[in-house]
């Protein structure tokens, strides 16, 4: 029965994707869903998307072994980023009527840092994409008993995802998350419920989490090494995801700048609260079956494995259906975003000035060309990478976080920014970056901290001393 129900689910949402395809008749309605969807759309686009396989999976079981400071990546720092885009990134970059977040760059700093950052921001996808990937062959493995293999599992689901993505772009995104959002909220509220019954109630596993640490062990040891490590995972999440293309093409698919700030801060704000049902589902499980979690605790990927085992061992099968209803809603609204997101800036910010001039209809299909391409990359990076699905996506984010944060945020708030002080910071924070993860990756100060900072001061101090030498070379603001 709830392998019938998988596959009906399964392919009614490729269906209702395929169905809001029909509304891509250029390439802005396949970027940004034609700057038209509404508030509540674009609250739910934005919560789904986040809402992911690390969410519903890697987060409880990072949880389970570290307690609250161990997850303050994500949904701390994930959660913080969606409300500091609302507040100030989404009106200015609004404005702009930009396609995707490379076109800032272009306007702001020029052809080379547009194609510098652009590049960075497409190989900060591999790990997320490929963990939505990765949780697809984990839920197919699970509810089939085995008998379809991870491997397995990862092709089929990235397929089929894959169906309505190249042909329904942000449309079909927005519409699939926008129903998949009520699948979560109701499954994640139901399944909340069902299992703290089974636990003795909500305080008891509250209470039962305290007692053990879980909760009360927030804050990092107050050692240097210690809080640069807290800092630097907080911050990876919090400003590396903002210089984003999913990010910014739900700012641009809103239908003005009002929505698309509120939006943001509500798609935040609904995240935060609804990513810590998974980590009670989990805890609640060291109570309902302490042998379960003690057997698949010790692995990163097998950890991943203790809520569906203990949902598939001990709810009834309503309750499995709403679970697994809601978790390959999280991880198909995630996996479809992740996806478009970065091919779509491939193909307008390296693959069409390659080009020269393109038609707009020509653009389109170059669009679906490249979310065919990268979904057969990112499968095979999932296929052969041994990191857990909380790793794969908090690493995603240090590429970001060095090379076009800094850029992005001086760009708009600091008049005196210049071309030569963009490339310097991106040079700098990737290469710092680099170094530091090669020859000293468990240095006190964590790599991708040392090159935030190297890039702060590649852009201020080589900003400052062109402009010294040639006081008139500022950029003018872009339009």
Known sequence: MLLTFVISYWVISVAIGLWAARRVKNATDYAVAGRSLPLVVVTATVFATWFGSETVLGIPATFLREGLGGVIADPFGSSICLILVGIFFAKPL???????????????????????????????????????????????????????????????????????????????????????????????????????QMAGGVSVVVNHAWDAGKITNFWPDWNLAAVLSFIAAAVTMMLGSIPQQDVFQRIASAKDENTAAKASVLGGVIYFFFAF????????????????????????KQAQHILPSMILTHAPLFAQVMFFGALLSAIKSCASATLLAPSVTFT?????????????????????????????????????????????????????LVSAFVPLVFGLYWKRANRLGALAAIILGLSTWIWLEVLAPDATCPPQLAGLLAALVGMVVVSLASSAIRPNSHHAHSK
């Open 348 to 400: 307008e910010n390296i693959l069409k000035p390659a080009y020269g001039h393109l038609g707009d209809r020509q653009l389109l299909r170059l669009m679906r060309i490249v979310v065919l391409c990268f979904t057969v990359l990112v499968t095979i990076f999932a296929l052969n990478s041994d990191l857990s699905i909380y790793k794969m996506v908090e690493n995603a984010y240090k590429v970001s």
């Open 94 to 196: 609004y404005r702009m009527r930009l396609l995707t977040i490379g076109d800032y760059y272009r306007d702001r700093y020029g052809r080379s840092v547009e194609a510098l950052t652009t590049i960075c921001i497409v190989i900060s996808y591999l790990g997320w994409v490929a963990a939505q990937i990765s949780a697809l062959g984990l839920v197919f493995n699970v509810v089939s008993n085995g008998a379809m293999s991870h491997s397995m599992g990862m092709i089929v689901g990235a397929a089929t995802v894959l169906i309505y993505t190249v042909w329904g772009g942000m449309w079909a995104v927005a519409i699939t998350d926008f129903l998949q959002m009520i699948i979560i909220v109701l499954g994640m509220l139901y399944i909340g419920w069902d299992v703290s």
């Open 277 to 300: 049902i998974p980590m009670f589902l989990a805890y609640a499980a060291t109570i309902i079956d302490p042998n379960l979690v003690a057997r698949l605790i010790e692995g990163d």
